[in-house]
């Protein structure tokens, strides 16, 4: 399994992942919103044509060719947005390689939707590979810029660097304390959002939250990537100081992490919200040296696989909600063995 | 470990335990609320000595030299009542023999209160045993009997035969299917007792009633043994028949007692209130088949030993509530690995 979400990254007890994405639009078309069948199609061929040009492994799919749980799939392990997925009546691509960390979505909000992605606290490096990748891009086509504004984007706030990094965060024991919203008032203030799990207008499940830049124009990537990266740690810094706060009662802690343990490794379904729930505690246990049966790969794992998608794609078959919840909890159990 | 209470016995999915208990009291003493402290003393004097010639290796034990612990685990196993091991200012006393399944209290409300005990439904084992003691007792004292009226106890309903017969019974599935109070109200119209866990007044807990007769004048105790054992084997057909409905559901039983089983094996403290119910659902899970990790000597052992004083009689220490609950959880993880 090399796909870059089961793997571990710096700061992996709070910082689950990084991603930096870049809007770009071509110059020759206008922007989706006027966008006709046609150009829609252009789009798509232009790219298409660019793909062995482009190299990282990158491979050329179409929207209409993804079947829906794989669609839901790529949303849940944050690949492509949950408004892509959904889109029905325009021609949409992805151009992703095999590790998945690479991932344009193609006629989504702007032409082109560059994401690059991690896990872990990883923001310079990805940046970097974000940047190479755009350069030697706009080598093979020509985006829309202007040399007042930069990069021309759908959404005003997207204009200029076209840059938005987040990085997902898990903050369970800020929850558990009741800081979590003083301290995302405190992220808010300091030009981030924080928004839920698969982004804008979603909630956050289990204590995850996405945290990323709501300002591209007049900062230079550097300095978004330096201002999320303070932001960010500022963040694990108070939420291992709520970790610390709560382990002054370690019985209560380990009580609590325990029994989502058994609940987890023994229940015989799982709702997925449930599941959200005790995975949140589980993995908090494991962070905090308190579970010792996990690891960092099983906690990974777990997260993903028990997602309706994943659940799905990882059986091979579709399956109602009752269905899942017995799959869930048996999969949960396979991966706790 | 050869004690009653940790053996398996007939029917022992639904009847925990079987109990007979003879009040009997010597013709030359008052009945204890009219006995001096002195009277009370020349009546354990009187059976201290017989205690040889008595046999069944009997143990005369005075009350005041029962630490408080002991009593409790005694209260706990049924062997004493709760109303005994609180007397402070009465001289009592036992007779027990080491595998706890002959124990006379004495000066309990009667002079004598002979008791035989045996997990499962062994009521005319227990009653032949019973009548076998009490035969060898009356040679060698003299109880008070009237040709009239039979045996002479302090309660009205004790006077005749003074024989008191019992079942303790476990009906988790009658208590789901919400059918536990119309069983319970048959089983009383009936001419039968129901209580809780530990008798007359007290609360069920964990799903187990005790079932006794409420009549001992009249009825030979053979007759009463009959009856009871009637009423008893309604009562597991009852509880059977509500187990099998509860399996067409196997699902949701199945994760209902696995869920109990989990949070049992994995949690950091357990109060003695929500251990009964775990422990209810897991013997139910064990009973059916389904859960597979435990058997009936873990059971009784696990019902036992996370009783408060015998959790503190196995651990050899007093301990606070605090402390229990963490030991509890200790002692539940230790016997279910």
Same mark, same amino acid.
């Given at each position: 399994?090399?796909?870059?979400?089961?793997?571990?990254?710096?700061?992996s007890?709070?910082?689950?992942?990084?991603?930096?994405?870049?809007?770009?639009?071509?110059?020759?078309y206008?922007?989706?919103?006027?966008?006709?069948?046609?150009?829609?199609?252009?789009?798509?061929?232009?790219?298409?044509?660019?793909?062995?040009?482009?190299?990282?492994?990158?491979?050329?799919?179409?929207?209409?060719?993804?079947?829906?749980?794989?669609?839901?799939?790529?949303?849940?392990?944050?690949?492509?947005?949950?408004?892509?997925? /959904?889109?029905?009546?325009?021609?949409?691509?992805?151009?992703?390689?095999?590790e998945?960390?690479?991932?344009? /979505?193609?006629?989504?909000?702007?032409?082109?939707?560059?994401?690059?992605?991690?896990s872990?606290?990883?923001?310079?490096?990805?940046?970097?590979?974000?940047?190479?990748?755009?350069?030697?891009?706009g080598?093979?086509v020509?985006?829309?810029?202007?040399?007042?504004?930069?990069?021309?984007?759908?959404?005003?706030?997207?204009?200029?660097?076209?840059?938005?990094?987040?990085? /997902?965060?898990?903050?369970?024991?800020?929850?558990?304390?009741?800081?979590?919203?003083?301290?995302?008032?405190?992220?808010?203030?300091?030009?981030?959002?924080?928004?839920?799990?698969?982004?804008?207008?979603?909630?956050?499940?289990?204590?995850?939250y996405?945290?990323?830049?709501?300002?591209?124009?007049?900062?230079t990537?550097?300095?978004?990537?330096?201002?999320?990266?303070?932001?960010?740690?500022?963040?694990?810094?108070?939420?291992r100081?709520?970790?610390?706060?709560?382990t002054?009662?370690?019985?209560?802690?380990?009580?609590?992490?325990?029994?989502?343990?058994?609940?987890?490794?023994?229940?015989?379904?799982?709702?997925?919200?449930?599941?959200?729930?005790?995975?949140?505690?589980v993995?908090?246990?494991?962070d905090?040296?308190?579970?010792?049966?996990?690891?960092?790969?099983?906690?990974?794992?777990?997260?993903?696989?028990?997602?309706?998608?994943?659940?799905?794609?990882?059986?091979?078959?579709?399956?109602?909600?009752?269905?899942?919840?017995?799959?869930?909890?048996e999969?949960?159990?396979?991966?706790?063995?």
């Open positions: 399994m090399s796909n870059w979400y089961l793997q571990n990254g710096k700061d007890d709070v910082v689950i992942s990084s991603r930096i994405r870049l809007s770009r639009n071509l110059e020759k206008p922007f989706t919103s006027r966008c006709t069948e046609k150009d829609f199609q252009e789009i798509l061929n232009e790219i298409k044509e660019i793909v062995p040009s482009l190299g990282y492994g990158l491979k050329y799919i179409e929207l209409k060719d993804i079947d829906d749980i794989t669609k839901v799939s790529l949303v849940e392990k944050h690949v492509i947005s949950p408004d892509f997925a /959904m889109k029905e009546n325009v021609k949409g691509a992805i151009l992703v390689n095999d998945e960390n690479i991932c344009m /979505m193609l006629n989504e909000e702007d032409h082109i939707k560059l994401q690059v992605f991690s872990g606290q990883e923001l310079e490096n990805l940046m970097n590979l974000a940047i190479e990748i755009d350069e030697k891009l080598e093979l020509t985006y829309s810029y202007s040399k007042q504004f930069g990069f021309l984007n759908v959404s005003p706030t997207n204009v200029g660097t076209g840059c938005r990094a987040s990085v /997902m965060v898990h903050l369970p024991a800020l929850s558990l304390t009741g800081n979590i919203n003083k301290v995302l008032q405190i992220v808010n203030h300091f030009g981030m959002n924080v928004r839920g799990l698969y982004g804008e207008g979603t909630q956050s499940g289990g204590d995850v996405q945290i990323s830049n709501n300002q591209c124009l007049g900062l990537e550097a300095e978004i990537i330096k201002s999320l990266k303070t932001i960010t740690e500022k963040v694990i810094e108070q939420e100081l709520a970790r610390k706060y709560l002054k009662n370690p019985l209560e802690l380990e009580d609590r992490v325990y029994r989502s343990y058994g609940i987890l490794k023994y229940a015989a379904r799982l709702g997925a919200d449930e599941c959200k729930k005790l995975l949140s505690d993995k908090l246990g494991t905090l040296g308190i579970i010792k049966e996990l690891d960092d790969n099983k906690i990974s794992k777990l997260n993903l696989y028990t997602k309706p998608g994943n659940l799905q794609k990882y059986l091979g078959k579709e399956l109602d909600g009752y269905n899942r919840d017995i799959k869930r909890a999969v949960a159990k396979q991966i706790l063995e």
